[in-house]
């Protein structure tokens, strides 16, 4: 077997490149995607539509992206990180370009919608983890996921009002072609994530699963995989739901569209912080109970600031508190399949968990809208977020923080 050296920093001979072109592109990618909240009103105002059919298309990208991760991961775990990110980069691109000449909510769909789907699922977590997890040392694992969440979540901060921006001044249209020439800038990024999973990885378990048909088996067969992925449906729910319905939600109530959009914003920089945060305690604690503990986070949060006045403060405290836990939930969740599986094929089986949070996502997104136009309000939507966080924050109990049974020797 072959051994990596290691630098003065501990991060591997070639960890510290890998992270940074890995944080940078998930950086661009989520940053540009986690805007298109902004786009809600102005998209249905100028079609004529209702916000169920701009939920929608960001639902079905949300259940696009999804669905193709296992295909994505499996092919990067072949072929080679670098080689997905400029076909996901490109299509990114083009999904956006189409986007802004769309006139129909059949447009909407196709653009918005699959491209921009099958665009994402090549340029983010599912492909530049897997690489990041093969390039680190083991026990630098889980706060470099971390850091990658949290370069991931400053782009939403900086692309939020970036987008609010260029909406003010281009026209959403327009704002979508700028956007468009961001995301291909993806393709640079490939450089620094190239390289394929290896049998030896100096990283991996050491019972490495021999194959992928082995390790698709070994995931079936282990209740715990089962358990983080019904968590994981959570996570997509509530970040899908508040990335496109908060803005509008608080626009409703009173509260401007420069101070909602900042209030979207600032989730994204709160969490620059709470991923790095959670991403350095899986290292020493239970990434389980941590787990479960910020999904209790977010219901507490969901209902104080449903129970508080609405206010320009309350909001944008929603936003700091909601963004600490917002996507902290993906260190923990992809170290755990790392710390379940190895690495060989992590970006194939974290992209079965991505799917159940992406299946998640697209009710999330989709209801907010279908029950706004039916009620005329978002309540009944809010509610459901607030059980179903205490639900997922039970079922990570159960689970086993050890490698599957499978690659001991054992029968799940």
């Known amino acids: 077997m072959q051994t990596e050296a290691k630098s003065s920093t501990g991060w591997g001979r070639n960890g510290l490149f890998v992270l940074t072109c890995g944080a940078l592109a998930v950086g661009i990618s989520m940053g540009v995607r ?9 998209v249905s105002m100028d079609l004529g539509t209702g916000r169920e059919v701009f939920a929608l298309a960001i639902a079905l ?17 072949r072929y080679g990180s670098g080689r997905v990110m400029i076909v996901g980069a490109l299509i990114y691109a083009l999904g956006l370009v189409l986007a802004s000449v769309s ?6 769909n196709l653009t918005l919608g ?3 789907g099958i665009g994402l699922s090549g340029t983010t977590y599912v492909t530049v983890l897997g690489a990041v997890g093969r390039a680190v040392p083991p026990e630098r694992r889980s706060i470099a996921f971390g850091i990658t969440t949290a370069i991931g979540s400053f782009g939403m901060f900086l692309f939020v009002p970036v987008s609010q921006g260029l909406i003010d001044w281009l026209d959403w249209r327009g704002a979508l072609l700028a956007l ?76 401007s569209f420069t101070t909602a959009g900042w209030a979207l914003a600032v989730i994204g920089l709160a969490n620059i ?15 389980r109970l941590l787990l479960a503990l910020l999904y209790t986070l977010r ?25 600490f836990v917002w996507l902290a939930t993906v260190p923990l969740t992809s170290g755990l399949v790392a710390q379940m599986f190895g690495t060989r094929y992590l970006s194939t089986l974290y992209g079965i968990v991505f799917l159940s949070h992406q299946v998640g996502g697209f009710l999330g997104g989709w209801l907010g809208g279908y029950v706004y136009d039916l009620d005329g309000n978002y309540d009944a939507v809010w509610i459901l977020s607030i059980v179903l966080g205490l639900l997922s924050a039970l079922l990570h109990l159960p689970i086993r923080e050890r490698p599957a049974p499978a690659l001991m020797g054992q029968t799940a």
């Open 273 to 287: 912080f709470g991923s790095y945060f959670f991403g350095h305690m899986g290292q020493y604690h239970s990434k």
């Open 180 to 255: 468009a020439i961001v995301a291909s800038c993806l393709v640079a990024t490939a450089a620094g994530i190239r390289g394929k999973a290896t049998g030896d990885s100096p990283n991996a378990l050491t019972s490495e699963l021999p194959s992928l048909r082995f390790a698709l088996a070994a995931a079936a067969r282990y209740p715990s995989f089962w358990l983080l992925n019904a968590g994981f449906f959570v996570c997509g729910f509530h970040i899908v739901f508040v990335g496109i319905h908060l803005t509008p939600y608080l626009i409703d109530n009173g509260i």
């Open 299 to 323: 219901a507490a949060i969901m209902v104080i600031f449903l129970v508080l006045p609405l206010t320009p403060v309350t909001a944008l405290a929603f936003g700091v508190l909601f963004g």
């Open 34 to 42: 986690q805007g298109f909240g902004v786009f809600t009103q102005p």
């Open 103 to 108: 006139a129909d909510p059949l447009g909407l």
């Open 114 to 116: 699959v491209l921009i």
């Open 61 to 77: 990208q949300n259940l696009v992206f999804g669905l193709v991760q296992p295909v994505v991961g499996a092919i990067a775990d």
